[in-house]
């Protein structure tokens, strides 16, 4: 469904002011115009032309041989011959390293697989890279038919499947160089990792096809690569996921500021408002760092780091080599300079340290102020008030989640946050907090504790005391590579040209691009656009895009507390807010990140349409994780039939902002009713919603 290679680049002069030079009207006339090119060369092709192909159905250009005329193409048409001594190879086999590898074609692929290996035929034929040995080699190098081998050279390795060949001679090893990055399996590398970079004098044509080598089992080890994360949020921890997902010849450290096993953060009103147990927000349990060789160093945070000598020291003095940095170090809350926002009484909200200390004061406090109406202070109050406090959030702009809604949107928000007993007031802006009190500009407000949840800022200080580029945060490229070698970030401390992201989705998208870069295999972070569902105080919100368009339909029922706006440019979707009712956040977060036409039950206002298409096994569930229906539905039928919490953690689904839990929820209903599972031993089991 592309346009042709020569039509882009016909349009693309003709946007550049140059159509008359390209102005084909066919592949025939772009051939045409190459044959005129060639006439009078060696590669003369000028005489042929599509119909005399399509007369034809062949030609053979140049004659039956090449140079029967006994003219050459130089200045008097004699033959330059000169004669080149043999040189044996740069590198001979000796005991570290005993055979030769020699690398070639295979007949079903044509060099780096980038035609060849979109068939499925030819893939057929070659689907994997391999090593060839002679029966005595694989012998002495304790290999077999059908396992994998790893290639070992003085300059890199290279895993693959062993093939064993009586008619490969001894002391040779044969691989084909058709997998590269793109096509190879995860974390095997490339045959060229272990070539050699010698090269011919004159032509300086690579000796691809001598360099000494060893080959072992893939199970034994070379020296293990180390790599340090700083940082131990839930960014960090996709990254090491994806990581191991693609490797296992890595050492891994991870150091943290808090003292406890990575957690989902997002998690945390639950906590407060002990919907939900400290068990319950872990991303993995601390058995598994043990299984997968995972040096978690909970309270032990960097302290600095020399980029120069690939180290850094923690806070017990304590100096960690690396191969590969990880800079995940998140952000920090934001303390706005009101004066008396160091008092005992008043708290931040963003940690479990954080938490724990609001339940302690909040359980005894009459009345609790919270300072920010962002998501985050939104879900500060929301656990305070299940605490059983009288709340109040107080916002200095003119709406709540300024950053997201609009006023009719945050109008709604309001009231159905009011309706759930948190009083709301914006454009209020505090002067001081005061013992018992909060100042306001025109009022005062009782206050046995106030928590200050006015946003996040990028922690960079690491960073820009290494000499990293930092600006608002920490400069990254479409790897997540910042400025110096061997270094990368990710998360909220991330700075993506010119951005820095605060929601889960493009996080944990940043987070699997660098586990794959500093892996070796090819990966980019482009950017994304902002759409993400969200629980705000038990009311579920969605907002994503730009609210900026030449078409805009608006639904707002206030009795139900539901509101839609749609933001569009033409037939697509350039923006998306809905509160009270996000039953389509699902198919507009996929139309955002797609561009795709909207459909007409999505043009009408809500209950007023035909019903919505019935779910698809390829429809996305959990967008922070990118995980579909069907691989939700093997989970379940693996044996996760009646635990949601099981279902997130062999998919990951619903371990981002938890919107998607409702959705899981049916999904194991549905699949309970058919098995015969009771009503409350699936309630008893459900995710934490």
């Not at 008043?346 to 406090?365: E, K, Q």
Request: hydrophobic share 45%.
């Amino acid at each position: 469904e592309a346009r042709a290679d020569w039509e882009i680049f016909a349009r693309l002069a003709a946007e550049l002011g140059f159509g008359d030079d390209f102005a084909w009207r066919s592949p025939a006339e772009v051939f045409d115009e190459f044959a005129a090119c060639t006439e009078g060369r060696p590669c003369d092709v000028s005489g042929i032309d599509h119909e005399l192909l399509r007369r034809r159905g062949g030609v053979q250009w140049g004659g039956a041989r090449l140079y029967e005329d006994r003219r050459f193409p130089t200045p008097d048409g004699r033959a330059r011959i000169a004669p080149t001594p043999h040189a044996g190879p740069a590198e001979a086999p000796g005991p570290d390293f005993p055979l030769t590898l020699t690398t070639g074609r295979v007949a079903a692929h044509w060099h780096t697989l980038t035609r060849t290996g979109k068939s499925e035929k030819l893939s057929a034929l070659a689907g994997e890279p391999f090593v060839e040995l002679h029966p005595a080699d694989a012998a002495r190098a304790g290999v077999h038919a059908g396992e994998r081998a790893r290639v070992v050279s003085a300059r890199g390795e290279v895993l693959l499947r062993v093939r064993v060949e009586p008619g490969v001679p001894e002391g040779i090893a044969f691989a084909p160089f058709h997998w590269g990055a793109l096509h190879a399996p995860a974390g095997a590398g490339q045959v060229n990792a272990a070539t050699i970079d010698a090269v011919d004098p004159v032509s300086a044509q690579p000796e691809l096809k001598a360099a000494a080598v060893r080959v072992e089992p893939a199970g034994r080890r070379a020296a293990r690569r180390r790599l340090v994360v700083v940082g131990t949020g839930m960014a960090a921890m996709e990254t090491v996921e994806e990581l191991l997902r693609r490797a296992d010849n890595w050492r891994i450290t991870m150091l943290g500021e808090e003292p406890v096993v990575p957690y989902n953060r997002m998690l945390l009103s639950k906590l407060l408002a002990r919907a939900v147990g400290p068990g319950g927000l872990e991303l993995r349990p601390p058995a598994w760092f043990a299984q997968h060789d995972v040096d978690l160093r909970g309270g032990c945070a960097a302290r600095s780091v020399d980029v120069a000598a690939r180290r850094v020291r923690d806070s017990s003095g304590i100096e960690h080599a690396y191969d590969a940095l990880v800079l995940a170090t998140g952000s920090r809350p934001f303390l706005p300079p009101i004066p008396g926002a160091d008092g005992p009484r008043v708290l931040t909200f963003r940690t479990r340290a954080d938490v724990a200390a609001i339940a302690s004061s909040a359980v005894p406090a009459r009345r609790v102020v919270v300072i920010g109406g962002g998501l985050l202070g939104l879900e500060a109050a929301a656990g305070v008030r299940g605490c059983g406090a009288v709340v109040t959030v107080l916002e200095a702009a003119d709406r709540l989640m300024p950053q997201q809604l609009d006023a009719a949107a945050s109008a709604m928000l309001a009231r159905a946050l009011v309706g759930l007993g948190i009083e709301v007031r914006t454009g209020a802006r505090v002067t001081s907090l005061e013992p018992g009190r909060v100042r306001l500009a025109e009022e005062v407000i009782d206050a046995d504790l106030v928590v200050v949840a006015a946003g996040v800022r990028p922690e960079t200080a690491l960073a820009a005391a290494a000499g990293l580029e930092v600006e608002r945060g920490i400069v990254v490229d479409d790897a997540m590579r910042a400025s110096a070698p061997g270094v990368w970030a990710v998360g909220e401390c991330a700075q993506h040209r010119g951005t820095v992201y605060g929601l889960w989705a493009p996080l944990a998208e940043q987070a699997r691009v660098a586990g794959a870069a500093v892996c070796g295999d090819p990966a980019a972070f482009h950017g994304a656009v902002t759409a993400t569902s969200l629980k705000v105080a038990d009311v579920d919100v969605f907002a994503g895009g730009e609210y900026s368009g030449a078409d805009e339909l608006v639904w707002s029922d206030s009795r139900r507390g539901v509101y839609r706006r749609l933001v569009l440019r033409g037939d697509r979707l350039a923006g998306a807010i809905l509160v009270g009712d996000a039953s389509v956040a699902r198919e507009l977060s996929a139309l955002l990140r797609a561009g795709g036409t909207v459909p007409d039950h999505l043009l009408a206002p809500p209950g007023a349409a035909d019903a919505p298409p019935a779910p698809r096994p390829d429809d996305v569930v959990c967008a922070c994780n990118g995980v579909r229906r069907d691989a939700i539905e093997q989970a379940i039928a693996a044996g996760a039939l009646d635990c949601g919490t099981g279902v997130s953690r062999a998919t990951r689904a619903a371990s981002g902002c938890g919107s998607c839990a409702s959705e899981i929820e049916a999904i194991l209903r549905s699949r309970s009713r058919n098995a015969g599972v009771t009503e409350a031993k699936l309630r008893s089991d459900t995710i934490p919603a």
